[in-house]
């Protein structure tokens, strides 16, 4: 087994994913304790332009049409071939909508462990997973063979995992890759017709607690005198109560305004990751460990349903005074 | 055609979770599980599949507390069988549940196999992709949408920022739902016990449960963050003036309403 750290860098319709910079941070942070090198391992078809900005000593890519766009089997097929002839200290992918897919089919197959969810590495290279929506984290060494980890955003900044020195790329030969059975048909996007929440600077936004349907009314009352809008966490939007134009989140937009009220919302982490970039959070939720609280600049436990009346009744005043 | 589900139960996070007194895994005394929500999605992605083409539907669930509940449920939903692993689960990861389940599901030779994208309690990764490896077969997770033509599944996988790609799959597959077509229906609880009355759970033994696959945790211990929010306190009023002050520091209450 080599010391070295390999990163599978993320991308999607010419676009690399933030959490492959993320990746490519804590990869260096490992590479630097063991005292190897960090590799970058990028899957796709003439997509060498995508390494241009990719933080690492090398990057290994591997071109054919069958990686153009991910399809988990074309993956699992290279991304084992090439573990196994390089057999790294550590493989990081992300725990997203490609990362999770594979990292669990790749353990099996190679009979690798795998530790989900790492949000960061301590100093001496243990790795700090978060469970159960951010309540719990679970600490550990890395295994005596290669381990696989994903990568949850939040203990990194994308930033350092940029370089303005390209890497030096490798080719590495992809395997046969026929009668593969899953196929890319096509790409459809959002939706366009609504205002665009990650634009907006007052956003009102509701979660579970709201309950009903019905009860989004409060959300809009207070939306309207703040001059704001009105958005949601994904138990809402899955609901069909609100457009998925509307969603915050890890599938939805990532927002920054000015101020974000959240309303019931208990701050996992597909949720928060979206709105850290807010200048205010407001979080108004009864439980007092919600890990919304944790972000949050303000906090209440006080029932929504007891304060958004009152709150809008006082903004009013307030804006005729 | 044959659907699996496989279902499995997660601590409830509304409750109070606290760590074992040995400090490595969550202490389980007073944990209250529910049905994974998005186990819950997968079973009414089936039932949906069900309702347009003639399918069978098989959901199995390893035995925690509560889970004969959860599984007339998805009966009077319109489950055709459901099936439950027994066995100590106690200190169970998912790289054993697959193996297991994969071995349950070579028996039943379905043409698909639906699970939740992912579950709050997940280590070792989501269960769906160690499952499909487990049985040599494709997976497509973060799923929002299913139809069936012959012997292929055309899905929706959802990217972030609400981008979705359309993917054909050839079956057998197991695929991680994220959200199904529609909320997960309500059942009346007089319909779930009348279920209870005519329908058998058909337990399953599992014996030798191989954990391997997961780096082993010296340490869990409850989120401390080094910041959190301000915490306001007293009576709605009380609480309502000094939100207002905050909206005032921030200068967002001269705007006008739109
Ligand atoms: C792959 C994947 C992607 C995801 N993407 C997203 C995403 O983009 N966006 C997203 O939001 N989620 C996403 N999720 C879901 C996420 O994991 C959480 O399930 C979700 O964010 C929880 O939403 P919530 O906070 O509204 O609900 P809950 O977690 O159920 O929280 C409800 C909160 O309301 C509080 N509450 C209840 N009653 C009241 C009251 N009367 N007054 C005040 N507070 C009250 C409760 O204390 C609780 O904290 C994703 C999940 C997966 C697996």
Redesign the pocket.
């Known amino acids: 087994m080599s010391q070295d750290i390999y990163v599978l860098i993320e991308h999607n319709q010419g676009q690399v994913a933030e959490i492959s910079y993320v990746m490519l941070a804590a990869g260096r942070q490992l590479a630097g304790i063991h005292g190897s090198q960090l590799f970058a391992m990028l899957l796709g078809y003439q997509a060498q332009g995508l390494s241009l900005d990719i933080a690492a000593d090398k990057l290994l890519y591997i071109d054919h049409p069958a990686l153009k766009e991910f399809a988990q089997d074309a993956y699992l097929l290279t991304l084992t071939e090439i573990i196994k002839s390089r057999q790294p200290r550590v493989v990081l992918f992300g725990n997203t909508t490609i990362g999770s897919d594979i990292a669990g089919a790749v353990s099996i197959a190679l009979g690798l462990d795998l530790a989900s969810s790492c949000r960061y590495f301590t100093s001496d290279g243990k790795f700090v997973s978060q469970i159960c ?1 951010g309540k719990i984290m679970a600490e550990g060494n890395l295994s005596s063979g290669t381990t696989l980890l994903t990568m949850v955003p939040g203990g990194y900044k994308p930033e350092e995992g940029q370089s303005e020195h390209p890497p030096v790329i490798e080719n590495f030969s992809p395997p046969v890759l026929d009668n593969l059975r899953i196929k890319n048909i096509k790409f459809i996007q959002p939706e366009s017709f609504d205002i665009d929440i990650s634009k907006e600077s007052i956003l009102i936004s509701v ?3 709201i ?1 009903t349907r019905d009860n989004l009314e409060l959300a809009e009352n207070l939306a309207n005198s703040l001059g704001g809008v009105v958005c949601a ?4 939007i899955d609901q069909g109560w609100l457009p998925t134009t509307r ?6 937009k990532h927002v920054k305004p000015k101020v974000y009220i959240a ?6 982490p ?2 928060v990751e ?1 709105i850290t970039g807010s200048e205010t959070i407001i979080a ?4 007092p460990k ?1 890990p919304i609280f944790d972000i949050a600049t303000y906090g209440t436990e006080t ?3 007891d304060l958004i009346d009152v709150l809008v009744e006082k903004v009013e005043a307030a804006k005729a005074s | 055609m044959k659907i699996v589900v496989f279902v499995k139960l997660v601590p409830d ?2 409750e109070e979770l606290t760590v074992d007194p040995g400090g490595t895994t969550l202490d389980t005394t007073w944990l209250r599980m529910i049905i994974n ?2 186990d819950d999605h997968a079973v009414e992605q089936a039932i949906l599949l069900k309702e347009k083409t003639s399918t069978q539907v098989i959901v199995i669930a390893p035995d925690f507390d509560g889970v004969d509940e959860v599984l007339f449920t998805a009966c009077a939903k319109g489950a055709d069988q459901i099936i439950k692993l027994t066995g100590d689960f106690s200190s169970i990861n998912n790289h054993a549940l697959a193996r297991a389940v994969a071995s349950r599901i070579k028996i039943l030779q379905p043409d698909l196999v639906l699970t939740g ?2 579950a709050n309690n997940d280590i070792d990764g989501s269960i769906g992709p160690a499952l499909a490896a487990c049985l040599n077969q494709p997976f497509v997770g ?1 799923v929002s949408g299913v139809t069936l033509e012959d012997n292929t599944a055309i899905v929706q996988k959802e990217y972030p920022g609400g981008v979705i790609a359309e993917m054909s799959i050839t079956l057998p597959a197991v695929l991680g739902i ?1 959200a199904a077509e529609q909320p997960p229906r309500y059942v009346a609880v007089s319909k779930v016990r009348q279920v209870m009355k005519t329908s058998n759970i058909d337990e399953q033994p599992l014996d030798e449960l191989d954990n391997s696959g997961f780096p082993e945790v010296t340490r869990m211990f409850q989120s401390e963050t080094s910041a959190h929010a301000e915490m306001i306190t007293g009576s709605p009023d009380e609480i309502a003036d000094r939100l207002v002050s905050v909206f005032k520091e921030k200068g967002i209450l001269q705007r006008t309403n739109r």
Do not use: M
């Open positions: 929506g979660g579970r607690g309950q966490s994904r138990p809402v969603l915050v989140g890890k599938s939805g309303l019931g919302i208990s701050g996992a597909e949720h979206a108004i939720n009864t439980d919600a029932d929504l349903f | 996070l509304v929500e998005f994208v992912q973060y994220q």
